[in-house]
């Protein structure tokens, strides 16, 4: 996927750094030029112009702790009391054991300086955490957990400096965390802040320029991105003047029975993204019910696997897909099989994961061509080491398997073999409705089918499968989301078409 190389544009404003990368990109800012010093006054500055912008001055609570992230708490508070806020500090631990820049920092601040416990937090009416950020990596204990426990017990509105005290900026675990309204973080995002439960506790976030010169990010080679149409756009197929349903693929997928309505639903989200032709292979016995009730989808019979085997034969079809409704048994073992011997563009879902249970290293034997696994989170344990956060499960099954790994959810993360992961953010709760995985494995399909390589295709695929549901609204069904697809689209592309007018480009 060379839109995700970290030199472009796109993959540059959607890139993810670990803690650790965002450490680096302090050190070679301040290589660069940058001191540290004014790298956290500009992040404290960062974090009081946000809640200037937000909130009129009113009783602000600052939560200092004993590191960098209480160094920009200070900053912050110094700036808004000199705006004319009352603006009080509580600090855990002592001034004096404050270093460098922290250090410096505090010695600018002329008021009282509280020890941080609950009975600080009477009369706040704004209260902000710049206690640990993300770099804390134990649970919160002692008075940090039980200050910040009372704030979200109460009716407070809480800023967060970097991320809630407690939220690990790698994983989006909480480890005693509470809920902020606002979450200033700076440079670019971490994974914690798009990962469950760590985005919930984060509310809205800033990402703020404090002055780290965009050049370091060349040097961090960020491996880890935010799901955007910018990162793939520019793959996806258009459909040109030459354009003909041959030239945009052929699609198909196992149909199971007496489960027939999954791999319909999943057939129409194929030809929705772009297909030009469209498949079901069913069992004979099946033949009617698919038939009844599809008109542009074609229905292909079969009575024997050696039926099946030949339907895969030669080049009529150009990507497959099997699992959605094809039944945990014997069949549909073989029939993965047997579409991952060809070679050609297979996404895996549903059942057809299920059947490896077993034996799983027997599915990672036979992937030999690009290749898409789309399991929830049962799906993925009975398959895939379930230890460890989402995100480096997800790189370690992929680099497993050697395939493309999609592990659903409200946080769905899609990893390649290489290590390159995206974070999907746009999908709604109204996502967790029978068949919904159906049709985002259509959807993938329809892509793979028109030649988008695999890992493109899934980024894509889970983008336009949020994006559907959000046209819709409460009350979705998974069927109303193939017919959702035209109106993505067409948002999709009309800044590409007025840009192209614009440069007079056809």
């Not at 631990?93 to 601040?109: I, K, N, T, V, Y």
């Not at 910040?148 to 994983?171: F, K, Q």
């Not at 994974?191 to 919930?200: E, I, K, M």
Request: hydrophobic fraction near 45%.
């Amino acid at each position: 996927m060379n839109r995700l190389s970290s030199g472009s544009e796109a993959s540059s404003q959607s890139a993810l750094l670990s803690v650790r990368q965002m450490a680096e990109a302090d050190r070679l800012s301040v290589a660069a030029g940058v001191s540290s010093f004014e790298l956290m006054g500009n992040a404290g500055a960062a974090v009081a112009h946000e809640i200037e912008a937000r909130w009129a001055p009113r009783p602000l609570l600052v939560l200092c702790g004993p590191g960098n992230n209480g160094g920009d708490g200070f900053v912050t508070a110094r700036l808004l009391a000199e705006a004319g806020w009352p603006v009080r500090i509580a600090l855990l631990g002592s001034r004096f054991s404050l270093q460098d820049e922290a250090r410096r920092h505090a010695q600018r601040w002329n008021g009282e300086v509280e020890a941080l416990s609950p009975s600080v937090l009477h009369g706040a009416e704004l209260i902000v955490d710049a206690l640990f950020g993300a770099g804390l990596s134990r649970p919160l204990e002692g008075q940090a957990l039980d200050t910040l426990a009372a704030a979200g017990r109460g009716c407070v509105p809480i800023v967060a400096i970097d991320t809630p005290s407690g939220v690990m900026g790698d994983t989006g675990a909480a480890l005693g965390a509470v809920a902020a309204v606002l979450t200033v973080t700076f440079f670019r995002k971490k994974p914690g802040h798009l990962l469950l439960p760590g985005r919930d506790l984060c509310g809205e976030v800033v990402v703020a320029d404090i002055g780290t010169p965009e050049s370091v990010l060349d040097a961090l080679t960020p491996l880890a991105f935010e799901n955007d149409p910018a990162l793939w756009l520019a793959e996806l197929p258009r459909a040109q003047a030459d354009t003909n349903k041959h030239s945009r693929g052929h699609a198909l997928i196992f149909g199971g029975y007496p489960m027939a309505g999954a791999a319909r639903m999943a057939a129409r989200a194929a030809a929705r993204a772009g297909a030009g032709l469209t498949t079901i292979a069913v069992p004979d016995r099946a033949l009617p019910v698919y038939a009844a009730t599809l008109n542009s989808i074609m229905v292909h019979p079969w009575v024997t696997p050696e039926d099946f085997g030949h339907l895969l034969d030669g080049s009529r079809f150009s990507a497959w897909l099997v699992g959605p409704g094809a039944g945990v048994n014997k069949d549909t073992f073989g029939h993965v099989l047997a579409m991952l011997a060809t070679g050609r563009p297979t996404v895996i879902d549903a059942d057809a994961l299920t059947v490896f249970q077993d034996d799983p290293e027997s599915l990672d034997r036979a992937i030999r061509g690009p290749c898409v696994l789309t399991p929830h989170e049962g799906e993925f344990r009975r398959i895939f080491d379930p230890a460890g956060d989402k995100l480096t499960r997800t790189r370690a099954a992929a680099l497993r398997c050697a395939a493309v790994v999609v592990l659903k959810g409200s946080d769905t993360v899609i990893a390649a073999p290489d290590g390159r992961a995206i974070i999907n953010t746009n999908a709604p709760s109204s996502l967790s409705t029978a068949g919904s995985g159906d049709v985002l494995g259509g959807i993938i399909l329809g892509l793979l089918a028109q030649g988008v390589p695999a890992f493109t295709a899934a980024a894509a695929g889970v983008w336009l499968h949020g994006a559907a549901a959000v046209e819709f609204g409460p009350g979705l069904l998974a069927e109303d989301l193939p017919d959702l697809l035209p109106a993505v689209f067409r948002r999709l592309y009309r800044p590409v078409e007025a840009r192209h007018a614009r440069n007079g480009i056809e």
